[in-house]
């Protein structure tokens, strides 16, 4: 069960290096890829299916030249072959602008999230079938 | 599977009863009591284990004189011991006033969330271990 849990908790951090590294072909690595699987950004509709979610990471990293997570409250509960994390993901990020060019510290903005990550057993690991993030409101007390 | 695929429903079903019902033991029974489930209300924090859980709707239902659910494009996904369901929720509600007194039509508002419920097979069948439900931007497109 810690073996599962340390393994779960690999695998939640290689989705965030492949979102921080804005790496498209990391972040396929990471999950399932077929049509039971989802993600809802915050703020978005919910949508569903490789093609989908792949489409999703795509416009988000053409439109994210920065961005830097530093997680917090995480929490792994495995059920038999399938898991999910819990936490709270601290933002900061620079939003794209048409000129591109360097990322200036003034540009940045901080954002928290609360997410939930759900993954499933595969033969070679653990991979992601659901990722939905929302947007924790600025006041909101500590859980 | 298909037995399956229906209980889960059913389950859901009972989730979204409880709440347009604000009926606090029929969400009792809906949810796992333990320390591993969690729920995120819209623009709230991930709160965790049942007591945190069960104080969030009741501090709801306490504010929430009326509220009714559409529910559209829903999906469920059954995993082993583990299922979950993704969909949108069409809501018309009315918030409370300290003074109480009857729900009036011109208090009514609407709001779409996107929301994933995560149920574990139990002897007596599915119980709720998470809730994320997050708000869809206005104008933001149908997946």
């Given at each position: 069960?810690?073996d599962?849990?340390?393994?779960v908790?690999a695998?939640?951090?290689a989705?965030y290096?492949?979102?921080?590294?804005?790496d498209?072909?990391?972040?396929?690595?990471?999950?399932?890829?077929?049509?039971?699987?989802?993600?809802?950004?915050?703020?978005?509709?919910?949508?569903?299916?490789?093609?989908?979610?792949?489409?999703?990471?795509?416009?988000?990293f053409?439109?994210?030249?920065y961005?830097q997570f530093?997680l917090?409250?995480d929490?792994?509960?495995?059920?038999g072959?399938?898991?999910?994390?819990?936490?709270?993901?601290?933002?900061?990020?620079?939003t794209g602008?048409p000129g591109?060019?360097?990322?200036?510290?003034?540009e940045?903005?901080?954002?928290?999230?609360?997410?939930?990550?759900?993954?499933?057993?595969?033969?070679?690991?653990?991979?992601?079938?659901?990722?939905?993030?929302s947007?924790?409101?600025?006041?909101?007390?500590?859980?």
């Amino acid at each position: 069960m810690q073996d599962d849990v340390a393994a779960v908790r690999a695998a939640n951090g290689a989705f965030y290096s492949a979102f921080e590294a804005g790496d498209l072909d990391a972040m396929a690595d990471v999950w399932e890829h077929s049509d039971r699987i989802a993600v809802t950004h915050p703020g978005w509709p919910t949508l569903r299916g490789w093609p989908s979610v792949a489409g999703s990471w795509d416009a988000i990293f053409r439109n994210t030249p920065y961005i830097q997570f530093v997680l917090t409250g995480d929490d792994v509960v495995v059920a038999g072959d399938v898991a999910w994390v819990t936490l709270d993901e601290n933002i900061l990020q620079a939003t794209g602008s048409p000129g591109g060019g360097a990322v200036d510290s003034e540009e940045l903005s901080g954002a928290r999230v609360a997410a939930v990550n759900v993954f499933v057993r595969a033969q070679d690991g653990w991979r992601m079938v659901l990722h939905h993030g929302s947007p924790v409101s600025a006041g909101a007390p500590d859980a």
